[in-house]
Structure formats: C-alpha cells, structure tokens
C-alpha cells in the first residue's frame, strides 16, 4: 500500500493517464510504456525517493492487470423496472 501524499499523487496521475489512453483506444503495450516512462522519469529526476518509486511500480502495475480497471463504462440509463410509478 502506497502512503507517502506525493507517491499517491503520482499514483493517481498514473493510472488516470492509463484510464485516459484506455478510453482514446491506445493498446496495453502502449499503456504500459506509458508508464514505464512515467516511473523512469521519476527515477531520473530524484524527486521521490527510490523506495516509494519501487512500490509506486508495484501498485501501478497490479493496476494494469486488473481487467475490471478497464471496462467501458456506459451512462446508466433507467430501465422500466427501476422507474418508480408513484
């Protein structure tokens, strides 16, 4: 589990920019370069500590794999059944 604040601000720019390209229909090879490149730039700019960096890849990774992450989600739309007749 992630709990340093910037580790989990760069979590959640990491995995929305994944959602965002899921959603723009890029690929998984290119959602995972995506991130690949997110995290080495991380390492390069030693603005969060290596550690952190580690277990961010760790969670963003488990995020990836999880199909559910990645359903298309339509607007609900209420069907007959759910429409209340008071």
């Not at 709990?3 to 720019?13: A, E, L, V």
């Not at 490149?37 to 700019?45: E, K, P, Q, V």
């Not at 550690?51 to 007959?80: C, G, K, M, V, W």
């Amino acid at each position: 589990m992630i709990q340093d604040p910037q580790s989990i601000r760069h979590y959640q720019k990491i995995t929305d920019g994944m959602v965002d390209l899921w959603r723009r229909r890029y690929s998984f090879e290119e959602i995972r370069l995506y991130m690949e490149g997110y995290i080495a730039c991380l390492r390069n700019s030693d603005f969060v500590e290596q550690h952190h960096i580690h277990r961010l890849e760790e969670q963003a990774l488990r995020f990836l794999r999880d199909p559910s992450n990645f359903e298309l989600s339509y607007p609900h739309t209420q069907t007959e059944k759910e429409t209340d007749y008071w």
